[in-house]
Nanobody, 126 residues
């Protein structure tokens, strides 16, 4: 059974940093693009960042570009999200997800991801 488990969330002050990790098991991790999404309180889930199956291509939402960095270690079956210069509006539950299709670059659409983690809470205080 495919499983994704996020970790690394927490409470941080404005301007601080966190690194989220997502450990994958049960599927050929290196064959699938991965994405990070977030769901702020009372809002819909939104795209944050994605990385191709090889790690050679990355994509970011405008709101996080220049502050967040997505990366992956295929040997460890893990994808990361380094978050710097955090703002209160970054407060959300963060989810990692695995793309449905193998050897595809990535997608910004939730409908293209078929496996999701349970999420990790990130809270940025002002």
């Amino acid at each position: 059974q495919v499983q994704l488990v996020e970790s690394g969330g927490g409470l941080v002050q404005t301007g601080g940093s966190l690194r989220l990790s997502c450990a994958a098991s049960g599927r050929s991790f290196s064959s699938y693009a991965m994405g990070w999404f977030r769901q702020p309180p009372g809002k819909e889930r939104e795209f944050v960042a994605a990385i191709s199956w090889s790690g050679s291509s990355t994509y970011y939402a405008d709101a996080v570009k220049g502050r967040f960095t997505i990366s992956r270690d295929n040997a460890k079956n893990t994808v990361y999200l380094q978050m710097n210069s955090l703002k209160p509006e970054d407060t959300a539950v963060y989810y990692c997800a695995s793309l449905k299709y193998t050897y595809y670059r990535s997608s910004t659409q939730t409908r293209d991801y078929d496996v999701w983690g349970r999420g990790t809470q990130v809270t940025v205080s002002s």
